[in-house]
């Protein structure tokens, strides 16, 4: 038996075995062929049986039918080869790859299936032995030509094939070349080539030789090839261990560049492959593509399983027979985290020394819901998303500047993202109260870096600062240090587009032409649109304020900040007088007047006013007058407790309008004031310099000055406004205030009409301190003459006041657990008038009102010669047409019935005690008793 004989024996018999024969003759190699066909054919039907079914299961082994080019690829890098090459001709195609040649023993792992010759090469990728049997889902028949063999396998069976004829373009004089002969339309170009378009250069990366693939097919050609360089050996920390990393640079053909991290890890105790040698080290590899987001893989040799992370990872995973994803193995999550090491360690070197821009190598959290931990690639993806967490955030150190030294992450400051472009890195790290703003060298254009910061902050185990807030940089509208204008327009409009309108209004975020900075409040302050005109009539209020030039510029900003102030009303047109008048009223409503100026400027002002309000409708402008008032100071006077008229400066609706400015006939309430100390009147100078009623619009000097709430009677006030708790009670939800019958200013008629209706307080009464002044001041003039004209200048002032049943009359009710009603009574102002000595009687003694009589036909009726206590003549003559006045004071006028029979009684009481007869009763006084006792 010569010596092929026995290794064809020895190899049938252990396929394993060594066997050290050198085909070199073609016709050596055709009697091999044969001498391995004819061992098949002449061992046990049963193994012939199950090879056959193992072939047959093979071609449904992969869902994908060109499951074998991967297969092609791994063994021609297993074979050493540095070029693959592939052509689809009409009736076959070729494969061919410039790899090791093939030899005796490669005969039966090419063709029986399950049947590998590769498992004890751990450095290999094939184990199982079924790869090329997937050729069945292309054809039964293949053949393979590498000098001095020419192989043609169908099913189990082996023979000798002719050599064809290769076109030198698929391959060189030592190259393995595969036959695949195809029935029509079993595989088109088209195919063929999306098959590859599935792949791409960097589908190459952890292959140990093949650098170049080419597939033709229909006259297209789809290459894929890296070019490579060598760039450092670094000593990084995987496994606890400093180790020595290879790094390299991969350049695909569209110029992508991917630094490829590749180091030999130890084996551990306890790492077992399946169906595999395990040698003593373990080669890992990590692929970061440098430029930009792109589509990752898990590898064992080629791609395997996508992996949604920006890198490629490789070490010796077990994969399934398939090889379209990976065994639930052991060893396999025993490599997770030796990925993970390496990978953290190339992260870190390329953000730290390549490209401190590439946040596009961290992952972040996949999207609620739809994170998987089943599969491998589930499961680096989870462990690399920890490792960026933990680790590498902890870790990392950046740059301060270009050149500058690099620092931890938690001493820099960063702004969210609204804020950026807005607030330099100075404002940055002084918000955020860290040494530095993380610099812009280190942001990436597409805005990763943040998502990825914001990750970490929320679940890292880095100490890193919040993000500088739009509230937070709010601030910065107070620091009169900040004072570019654009910027502050910028800032403001970022507040807006934010939701920070409320917080932004109660800042001086707004810059005047003139670089004052003021708040956008429509109470305080009115800014010119410039889309009205220049001027207006009402400018020399002062209250509309010209912008900064920067707020007209044509950009988003200031359209967003000027946009928002025309909707708060803070932005009128000079021109129109309404809208100024609005600004005005709203601006004294709130508290506040307009500025200081000189007494020509006063003056102009309320000119200005006077004629802008006389040219509104009298609808309009009545809602403005009173919140202008308050707006604006007018100049005044008062007298002292000497009588010494002194200068004040007054708001309108604290002053009183002076006789001068009077336009109703009679004396009026300055006269019965006369130098009352504490009252303040407007100057009687008003007169002459506000416009007539001609001049303004219809609107006379004396309604201008009402209208902006100088009064021409004595002001009211809420008792809510001076009370005292003692003599106060309130119920809740109920708003009314009530005044005890016993309070301070309680006075006898009061409190026994109070009584007899069962009341203990009035409702939301009024007082009027002034008033009281005037009275006592009346009742202590010494002249007789002039105290009774201003006692009836007095009288006839509260005319209006005492017909108003708003003003002089109060509900008066219980108190018992609420108010309950109990009829109404006169206002504590009133009863005071009533019961305060200050009119003259008869005799020009001063009396209450509540004691005097009017003297009427009636009356004299009643009494005769008597006098009841009539008022006195002087007083009744000047009031005679408005005796209602007096009498709702309580001055007696004609006698009702009740008085009628009084005066009867006392008559007749006064005649019982006399003569006992009823002859004093004076005819006239019958008569008139009769009549009333008829009509009653």
């Known amino acids: 038996m010569d010596a092929l004989t026995t290794a064809v024996r020895t190899l049938l018999e252990d396929p394993d075995a060594s066997v050290d024969v050198k085909v070199a003759t073609p016709e050596e190699a055709a009697r091999a062929v044969r001498l391995f066909d004819q061992g098949l054919r002449s061992g046990r039907g049963v193994h012939r049986r199950m090879a056959e079914g193992a072939l047959q299961g093979a071609e449904t082994l992969s869902t994908d039918r060109l499951q074998v080019l991967s297969e092609f690829v791994q063994n021609s890098d297993d074979a050493g080869a540095g070029q693959l090459r592939v052509l689809l001709r009409s009736d076959d195609m070729l494969v061919a790859h410039d790899g090791v040649g093939l030899r005796l023993a490669d005969m039966l792992p090419l063709g029986m299936p399950w049947l590998t010759g590769k498992a004890a090469d751990a450095a290999a990728t094939g184990r199982f032995g079924i790869g090329l049997s997937t050729l069945r889902a292309l054809s039964t ?32 004089p030592e190259w393995t070349v595969f036959r695949i ?50 760039m450092a050996r670094h000593r990084l920390v995987a496994q606890g261990v400093e180790r020595e990393v290879e790094v390299r640079h991969a350049r695909t053909t569209d110029g992508a560049v991917w630094r490829v991290y590749t180091a030999q890890v130890e084996a551990r105790p306890g790492w077992e492959r399946s169906h595999k040698a395990l040698d003593a080290v373990v080669p890992v590899g990590i692929a970061l593509p440098l430029e930009g987001k792109v589509t990752g893989s898990v590898h064992a040799g080629l791609p395997v399983a996508p992996l949604d992370v920006a890198a490629r990872v490789h070490t010796q995973f077990d994969p399934v027979a398939s090889r379209e994803g990976f065994a639930d193995s052991r060893l396999n999550a025993q490599l997770v985290p030796v990925i ?28 609620s819901g739809s994170a998987s931990t089943n599969l491998l690639q589930d499961q680096i993806r989870a462990e690399l998303l920890n490792r960026a967490r933990q680790s590498l955030a902890v870790k990392l150190a950046l740059p301060v500047s270009q050149d500058g030294s690099s620092v931890p992450l938690s001493d820099f400051a960063v702004e969210e993202a609204a804020l950026s472009g807005v607030l330099d890195d ?63 327009v910028r800032l403001a409009a970022v507040a807006l587009e934010t939701g920070y309108e409320h917080a932004l209004a109660g800042r001086t975020c707004l810059v005047t032409a003139d670089g004052r900075r003021l708040r956008p409040q429509p109470a305080e302050s009115a800014f010119a649109d410039a889309s009205g005109g220049a001027t207006g009539p009402l400018d020399v209020l002062g209250v509309v304020l010209d912008l900064h030039p ?111 400015l009077e336009s109703a006939d009679g004396d009026r309430f300055e006269v019965a004031a006369r130098k009352t100390p504490g009252l303040i009147w407007v100057r009687r100078s008003y007169a002459r310099s506000l416009l007539s009623a001609a001049q303004a619009g219809g609107l006379s000097r004396t309604a201008f000055l009402r209208l902006l709430g100088v009064a021409d009677a004595p002001r009211l006030t809420p008792v809510r406004e001076v009370y005292y708790r003692a003599d106060t009670k309130t119920y809740p939800g109920d708003p009314r205030l009530g005044l005890g019958r016993d309070c301070r200013w309680s006075v006898t008629g009061r409190w026994s009409q109070m009584l007899v209706k069962g009341a203990d307080h009035t409702l939301d009464d009024l007082t009027s301190s002034d008033l009281v002044a ?57 009863w005071q008038l009533r019961e305060t000595s200050w009119l003259e009687d008869s005799h020009g003694r001063l009396k209450p009102p509540a004691d005097l009589t009017l003297r009427t036909p009636d009356t004299v009726a009643l009494y005769g010669p008597e006098d009841p206590g009539y008022l006195h003549p002087a007083i009744h003559q000047a009031l005679a047409t408005r005796t209602e006045v007096l009498t709702a004071l309580g001055v007696s006028g004609n006698p009702d019935v009740p008085r009628l029979m009084e005066r009867l009684r006392e008559l007749r009481d006064r005649a019982n005690d006399n003569t006992n007869t009823d002859s004093d009763v004076p005819d006239s006084l019958r008569a008139k008793t009769s009549l009333h006792l008829g009509d009653w």
Not at 195 to 205: H, P, T
Not at 804 to 822: C, I, L
């Open 426 to 488: 100075t404002d940055i790290a002084r918000l955020g109260e860290a040494r530095y703003a993380l610099p812009a060298g280190v942001r990436d254009s597409g805005g990763r870096w943040r998502k990825v910061l914001v990750d970490w902050r929320t679940t890292g185990a880095a100490d890193m600062r919040a993000e500088v807030r739009v509230m937070d940089a709010l601030t910065l509208f107070s620091d009169y240090e900040w004072s570019d204008v654009a910027r502050l």
């Open 340 to 367: 993970a090491d390496l990978w953290e360690a190339a992260v870190r070197d390329v953000l730290e020394r390549v490209d401190h821009t590439a946040w596009h190598l961290v992952p972040l959290p996949c999207p």
């Open 774 to 830: 005037v009275v006592k001041n009346i009742a202590a003039e010494q002249n007789v003459g002039e105290r009774r004209r201003r006692t009836a200048a007095l009288l006839r002032t509260l005319t209006t006041l005492l017909a108003s049943s708003d003003q002089a009359v109060v509900p008066m009710a219980r108190g018992h657990y609420k108010w309950n009603v109990r009829g109404e009574t006169a206002a504590i102002w009133v």
């Open 550 to 660: 920067a707020y007209a510029e044509d950009n988003v900003w200031a359209k967003t900040v000027t946009a928002w102030l025309r909707r708060r009303d803070c932005l009128v047109r000079r021109d129109d007088t309404a809208a100024v008048l609005k600004i005005v009223s709203r601006l004294g409503k709130a508290g506040g007047r307009l500025a200081d100026g000189d007494e020509a400027t006063e003056a102009s002002r309320l000119i200005a006013l006077q004629q802008a309000l006389g040219e509104m409708p009298k609808k309009q402008r009545d809602p403005l007058g009173p919140g202008i008032g308050r707006a604006i100071i007018l100049n005044g006077f008062v007298y002292d407790k000497d009588g010494i008229e002194q200068s004040h400066r007054v708001k309108p609706g604290a002053a009183y309008l002076p006789q001068a």
């Open 141 to 172: 028949v293949w053949e393979v030509h590498c000098h001095p063999f020419h192989v043609r396998f169908s099913g189990t069976q082996l023979e000798p094939t002719p050599p064809p004829k290769i076109p030198d373009v698929i391959s060189g």
């Open 181 to 230: 002969p195809l029935a029509p339309g079993k595989l088109t170009s088209t195919q063929l080539l999306a098959r590859f378009d599935e792949w791409n250069d960097a589908s190459l990366l952890f292959l140990r030789h093949l650098r170049a693939l080419e597939v033709t097919a229909g006259g297209h050609s789809v290459g894929l090839t890296l070019a490579w360089a060598d």
